[in-house]
Structures are given as structure tokens and as C-alpha cells.
């Protein structure tokens, strides 16, 4: 036998034995039969979807709001509350990253894939068809403050708090007592640390890949679609539905072998250039935009976002509905998609904050996860909004044109964008290289954190675990993108998110719980020792 056939050997032993049977079973299972029903029985599922979704956003449209809120409210009490001091890690450990990795490797895996997709895109949608909560004319001055306003409500304080609610219990288990990196650790101090492997820790974790699948595969189709848009109205290169399903799987599958041999350098990497890039061109379109007109628009909207922001967060539309249920037309379609979105990538981006957080307090997490990452994105979507908006309004570029145009994908809204600045071409071959980037970095972690989820929180699966589901994720995105477009990418993320969104509040109750029988925490903490028990012991408290 060959040296190269003992290695292959080796690899397939090594994917076998880190396997979680039951888990990585289960959710292989699940993604292998969704992408046969859509090969083979493409139009019921999509009318399954259709009515899945539709129930969950007019009946429990509610339920995605409220917890989101709850998740907000929460996070905000960990930053300015007593349970900021807590370590995630010994109290002498310094973090593991620098604040500079740590944040854009943060941000890279979080939304920022999602961001460069609406940036362009979303604001201008809402000013063309405005929100019901705002009740001002389409297209009109009001109507661009509402667009910007409900752009910043959506991607940014709520958007980052679910993330942070699951990796700050998982961080502090792992790092303090020594349990495994995986989302069922969640619920350790309930079912008991020596019980992970319980039937109830499999459910969570189950539950954990099926939101992870919906979440990635929403996010490598709208991206990827957004990467074919770019060649074909940029070069010309037109892809049909084979070409689609070929090109996102193999970007995916290529990716995920790209940085197999080095986890965390090649994510630290590439995240470091996706934010060098990102800002370069948030600078660019500002400078060269409409200045002024960014500011001034971007500033009202901001002001209306931090006033508004609990009337938004509980609105649903219910004038437009008669009290039956969200209004489908705005609320559904948008927010409690959003909403489902970032439950469904909880799991995922949670554990991968988790992992690069030792060493930092659960106040440094928490505000750098949703503070100082709202914080940047706020200037983006003001950035690209008001630039879409005013060249619209101005006649310098027919931006809703170009969208009905190409059958109303939100993907081309940033290239007329970009064309019809000075440096046009260049920066939308600079754009379409940020698109590029962002959809390597997303499938580089999400395809991470399904090998950590499948093999019982192993912070470093097998390249054939990764990918196996480079392969399948890239598959199940492109044939949701032919199928059914985006709408079928944010049917899919509805009815994967709403399930988890029940595990972050039990993971805001394990906190309470945990973080509350502490005594040192009010004063600066100082702790003994750890053990892998419950949260009311002595050692702990």
C-alpha cells in the first residue's frame, strides 16, 4: 500500500471516530433527503415551504419579536450590569486574539456576508414600498428617513444579540469548567455536565444543525447569487440553472479544502482583508457620494432608530391585518425574516465567538459583539442606502430600474451602484471581490462550526467532515436559489430559526441562574476553582 493510500486511510479513520453518530446522522440524513425532494419533488416542497412559512409569520410572527427583544434587553443588562466582570477564562488569562483579530474575525462570521448583499439593496426597496409603521409616501423625503430607519433596525442592535447570548454561556463552560464546545453545553447546569450525552443534549444539538443548515444555506445562496449577478452584468458570463448549482457548490466545496490546513490563521486572514476592503469602499462611496446627503438623511434616521426602537420592535402590522396576524406584506417578508435569519446563524456564529473568546469578560464580548458591530455597520447601510436613494431621486442612476429589470433580485442593486460613481469600474470590481471574500470567509466558518456540531464540539474537524458539508450546504443553497430565488432562501431561514430561538432564551434563563448565584461578580471577580458541576456550588460561588 502507498504511502498516499495510508494517509487517505488515516483521514477517513480520523472522520469516523470524531463522529457524534446521532447528530451528525440525523442532520446528514435531514440536508441529503431536502435536496433529493427538491431534484425530484421540486414544486410540493416549495409548496410545503410556502405554507410552513406563511404559517409561522402570520400566526407566530409574535413569538420571533417578542424574543428577540427579550435577547436585546438582556444584552444590554450583561454590559452595564454586575455580570460584566465575569472571565471567560481564568482570571489571569489574557485573551487569546488581539482586540483587532477579534473583532474582524467576529464581524467576518457574523453578518457581514448578509450586509454586502443588502447594503445596496434593502433601503432602497423601502423606499420604493415603505414600511406601514412609518405611514409616509413612497419616494418621498420621509420615505427615505423610514428606509434607513428600518435598515438600521434590522441589522443592528437586535441582529447581534442572539449571537452573543449563545456564546457567552458556552464560552464560560468551557473556558471555566472544562465542558465541550457545543451548543447542548448550553444546557449543562440543567440536565447536569456529566449528562451531555443525554437524549436531551442530542435534541439541542440536533436542533442546533437544522437552524445552522437553514442559516448557511440562506446566506451562501443570496451571496453566491449575488457573486453569478456580478459576472454577468459586470462580463457578460451568464450562468443557467445547472451552471448555478455547479459554480455555488464548487466555490463552497473549494473554500471549505482552502483552509482545512489552517483554521484560524486562514479565517484571521481573509477576515482582516474582507474589513480592509469593506472600509475602503464605505470611505469611497461616501467621499465620492453624496456627502452631505448621507449625513443628513443617515443622522434623522439614526436619531428615529434609537427613539423608536421598542415601538418598532414590537410592531406587526396589525392595523394593516385586522389583529389576525403580521402584516405578511412588510413585517413577515422582512422583519421576522431577518429575525429567523439571526436565529437560525445563532448557533453557528455563537460558537465560533465562543471559540475565539478566552481570556475577555462577558462584558467585552457583549459590547463587542453588538455596540461596536452595530457601530460599523450603521455607516454601511447609511453609506450604500443614501447613495442608492439619492442617485435614484436625482436621476443618476435608475437603481429600481436596473431591479425590475433583472426580475426584481435584490443582488444587482450594488453594481449600478458603484458604476455610476467616479472610479465606477473599479469599484465594482472591487465590490464584487468584497462579495467574493465574504462568501469565502461564510463558508470557511459555517462549514467549522457544522464539523463542531457534528462531532461533539471538536474545535478542529476533519477535512472530510468540512468537506461533506461544504458539499451539501453549497448544493441545498444553489438548488433553493433556482427553485424558488430568494424567496425560497428566506422561507428556509423562517422555518429553521424559529425553533432556536426557544434555546437562547433558555440560554438568557442559564444565565440568570448561573451568573446570579455569584457573589463576587458585583465587585471584581475573583475566583477559586472550577468544577464540572451545577451552578450552586461552592467552588463556583
Do not use: C
Not at 422583519?335 to 448557533?347: C, D
Not at 444565565?511 to 458541576?533: H, K, N, Q, Y
Request: aromatic fraction near 14%; glycine fraction near 12%; avoid cysteine.
Amino acid at each position: 500500500m502507498s504511502d498516499r493510500e495510508r494517509e487517505g486511510d488515516g483521514a477517513v479513520e480520523t472522520f469516523l471516530d470524531e463522529l457524534d453518530p446521532t447528530v451528525f446522522g440525523i442532520g446528514f440524513i435531514v440536508a441529503i433527503l431536502v435536496v433529493a425532494a427538491f431534484l425530484f419533488r421540486e414544486s410540493r416542497t416549495l409548496e410545503i415551504m410556502e405554507g410552513t412559512n406563511e404559517f409561522l409569520w402570520t400566526s407566530l410572527g409574535w413569538a420571533y419579536l417578542v424574543s428577540m427583544f427579550a435577547l436585546v434587553a438582556f444584552v444590554l443588562y450583561l454590559i452595564f450590569g454586575p455580570w460584566g466582570n465575569i472571565k471567560l477564562g481564568t482570571e489571569d488569562e489574557d485573551p487569546e486574539f488581539s482586540f483587532l483579530a477579534y473583532f474582524a474575525m467576529l464581524y467576518s462570521a457574523g453578518i457581514a456576508a448578509g450586509i454586502v448583499f443588502w447594503g445596496p439593496a434593502e433601503a432602497i426597496f423601502h423606499y420604493s414600498t415603505p414600511s406601514p409603521f412609518s405611514g409616509v409616501e413612497a419616494e418621498s423625503t420621509g420615505a427615505a428617513v423610514s428606509a434607513l430607519q428600518y435598515t438600521f433596525f434590522h441589522w443592528g442592535l437586535s441582529a447581534w444579540s442572539a449571537y452573543v447570548i449563545v456564546a457567552i454561556p458556552i464560552a464560560y463552560f468551557a473556558y471555566r469548567r472544562d465542558a465541550p464546545m457545543r451548543i447542548s453545553t448550553i444546557i449543562g447546569p440543567i440536565i447536569g455536565f456529566d449528562n451531555l450525552d443525554s437524549p436531551w443534549a442530542k435534541l439541542v444539538d440536533i436542533l442546533a444543525v437544522f437552524a445552522t443548515i437553514g442559516g448557511i444555506a440562506t446566506t451562501l445562496g443570496l451571496v453566491g447569487n449575488q457573486f453569478l449577478v456580478g459576472l454577468e452584468y459586470a462580463g457578460g458570463v451568464e450562468f443557467g440553472d445547472a451552471g448555478t448549482i455547479l459554480v455555488i457548490t464548487g466555490l463552497t466545496v473549494a473554500f471549505t479544502i482552502s483552509v482545512a490546513l489552517g483554521v484560524e490563521r486562514g479565517i484571521r486572514r481573509i477576515s482582516y482583508f474582507n474589513m480592509a476592503l469593506f472600509v475602503v469602499l464605505t470611505v469611497a462611496a461616501f467621499i465620492l457620494g453624496p456627502t452631505v446627503y448621507i449625513m443628513t438623511v443617515g443622522t434623522q434616521a439614526l436619531g428615529a432608530y434609537i427613539n423608536e426602537f421598542v415601538s418598532m420592535s414590537f410592531f406587526m402590522g396589525a392595523g394593516e391585518t385586522g389583529g389576525q396576524g403580521a402584516d405578511a406584506g412588510f413585517v413577515g417578508a422582512w422583519t421576522v425574516f431577518y429575525w429567523a435569519w439571526w436565529f437560525s446563524w445563532a448557533p453557528f456564529v455563537g460558537l465560533f465567538i465562543a471559540r475565539i473568546s478566552r481570556g475577555r469578560t462577558v462584558r467585552q464580548v457583549a459590547a463587542t459583539g453588538v455596540v461596536a458591530s452595530t457601530a460599523i455597520t450603521i455607516p454601511w447601510f447609511a453609506t450604500m442606502g443614501g447613495t442608492s436613494i439619492f442617485m435614484q431621486s436625482n436621476g443618476q442612476a435608475d437603481i429600481l430600474g436596473t431591479l425590475e429589470a433583472w426580475g426584481f433580485n435584490e443582488a444587482v442593486a450594488g453594481y449600478p451602484l458603484f458604476e455610476a460613481l467616479p472610479a465606477g469600474e473599479l469599484l465594482t470590481v472591487l465590490f464584487l471581490v468584497l462579495v467574493t471574500t465574504f462568501f469565502v470567509t461564510s463558508a470557511d466558518s459555517s462549514t467549522l462550526a457544522l464539523g463542531m456540531l457534528t462531532t461533539g464540539g471538536k474545535q478542529k474537524p476533519s477535512t472530510i467532515n468540512r468537506v461533506i458539508w461544504g458539499g451539501l450546504m453549497g448544493s441545498l443553497a444553489s438548488l433553493l436559489m433556482v427553485a424558488g430565488g430568494t424567496s425560497a432562501l428566506q422561507q428556509a431561514a423562517i422555518i429553521a430559526g424559529g425553533p432556536f430561538a426557544i434555546i437562547t432564551l433558555i440560554a438568557v434563563g442559564v444565565m440568570i441562574w448561573v451568573f446570579g448565584s455569584r457573589r463576587a461578580v458585583f465587585l471584581r471577580e475573583e475566583d477559586r476553582s472550577t468544577t464540572p458541576t451545577g451552578p450552586a456550588t461552592s467552588d463556583d460561588d
